[in-house]
């Protein structure tokens, strides 16, 4: 460290006369040679300055790190802390990134990307080692050019220019990192948690397209209790209803071939649950399943239960009155809680809905500014999904899989460190659930 001398004045600064004053005793005063002492003052400057990245890491003990851009080289993740032993492979979760791909449909991006996954470190033998996990996606598909005018003029709605703000510069090449392409850095640890829950408790996640544009899927026509994920991935725009699929298909394509976009709700189930999942205060699992939602890409709104319905209620029609089933198991009549209560899962079917606006890059004339600050119009190139909602479900999917995969090894450090209290904390008993393997551990 550096090292510096200065003069300080001591205990006390000289009088005009000359004398210290009347603050040092006689004795002191006639000692000191002058009325200055020099004092040695060491450099506090540290000799390494570090800064951390912000904002590309979710959750504590199952936590992902995504990285990459939509037009760089690739996109992907690191998981850290997944338990070791899991069996896993590279197609463990191509089967949701091919459900999130580009270029599955006419109402989807034509964008041509394969999303072939690869696993470079945490598995071997078919099986994960307890380290992290690196999974990479190649883009094969890259096409800059298209961006052309976009790097010097912001798109309406779109974070071009709150990226300009916060960092003084950004990839011009497609969205950088708020493309929807970053996704794939949670769907593929996503499968992985999903996995885990399902072998754990039986535990299954399953989102689907509730609203697009003016078509709403009225609530009680899909049934929470025997929804399937074939049913889900029956058609191209993901509605478990043939007759209203139609209909939002429909209402995308007219605005499609307008060069529009439209928005939409995804709506998103989790069934078997592990009881006591969320810590109050700050840590309340709906807290940490809106922020997780929130964070996906073109999202504008999170409800759950009841949510903003339930305000037109009064407690008594709101309240969910409990029970005892024919197990033993303590439940409730209705659900308008959400699965949640408290902000700990209660063991019922846990079900939220999430808003997603209209794409912002569209293929229509636009008033917007320039980097310099110039007025002027835009017509965005590209390719781009006229609704994000179809692709969206594996998306909501995987980040309730990772809330869940987080919550789930927290509640066991805490809460499952020392012999449970079996009557509260043990699990529900489900007839039809089927027992994990006996080599599965956790």
Request: glycine residues 10%; hydrophobic residues 35%.
């Amino acid at each position: 460290m550096a090292s510096s001398v200065a003069s300080k004045t001591f205990l006390a600064a000289p009088r005009t006369d000359g004398s210290l004053g009347s603050l040092l005793p006689s004795d002191l005063r006639r000692q000191l040679p002058s009325p200055n002492v020099q004092i040695l003052i060491r450099s506090r400057t540290p000799k390494k300055l570090q800064v951390k990245a912000a904002g590309s890491a979710f959750g504590t003990y199952f936590r992902v790190t995504t990285f990459g851009e939509s037009h760089g080289g690739g996109v992907g993740c690191i998981i850290d802390g997944c338990p070791p032993r899991i069996p896993l492979s590279e197609a463990d979760m191509q089967v949701d990134l091919d459900r999130r791909r580009p270029g599955q449909s006419r109402i989807t991006t034509p964008r041509k990307e394969t999303d072939t996954c690869k696993i470079y470190s945490g598995v071997s033998e078919g099986v994960t080692t307890g380290t992290p996990i690196h999974v990479f996606v190649p883009n094969t598909d890259q096409r800059g050019h298209d961006y052309s005018e976009m790097s010097v003029a912001y798109r309406p709605s779109h974070a071009d220019a709150t990226y300009d703000m916060k960092y003084g510069v950004r990839s011009v090449q497609g969205g950088g990192r708020s493309s929807a392409r970053e996704t794939i850095g949670r769907v593929a640890p996503g499968a992985v948690a999903k996995k885990i829950l399902k072998q754990f408790a039986g535990t299954e996640i399953l989102a689907y397209v509730s609203q697009a544009h003016n078509v709403v899927l009225p609530e009680d026509v899909v049934d929470h209790e025997m929804l399937t994920l074939d049913q889900v991935e029956s058609n191209i725009v993901r509605c478990p209803d043939p007759e209203y699929a139609e209909k939002m298909i429909a209402a995308i394509d007219a605005v499609r071939v307008r060069g529009d976009s439209v928005g939409g709700v995804v709506t998103c189930i989790v069934r078997n649950c592990p009881r006591g999942l969320g810590s109050p205060v700050f840590d309340k699992l709906e807290a940490e399943l809106a922020k997780a939602m929130m964070s996906l890409p073109a999202t504008k709104g999170f409800e759950f239960g009841s949510g903003f319905a339930g305000t037109f209620l009064t407690g008594s029609e709101h309240n969910d009155e409990f029970y005892t089933d024919e197990f033993g198991n303590i439940r409730t009549r209705t659900n308008r809680s959400g699965g949640i209560q408290g902000g700990i899962s209660n063991g019922e079917i846990i079900n939220m809905r999430i808003a997603f606006k209209p794409t912002s890059t569209i293929g229509r004339k636009q008033n917007t500014v320039t980097r310099e600050k110039k007025e002027t119009e835009l017509i965005a190139r590209g390719r781009h999904d006229p609704c994000v909602v179809p692709r969206a479900v594996p998306m909501v999917e995987a980040m309730v899989a990772l809330v869940l995969m987080d919550q789930l090894m927290a509640q066991h450090a805490q809460c499952h460190l020392f012999p449970i209290n079996p009557d509260l904390q043990g699990t529900m008993k489900l007839p039809e659930l089927e027992p994990a393997p006996a080599n599965f551990q956790m």
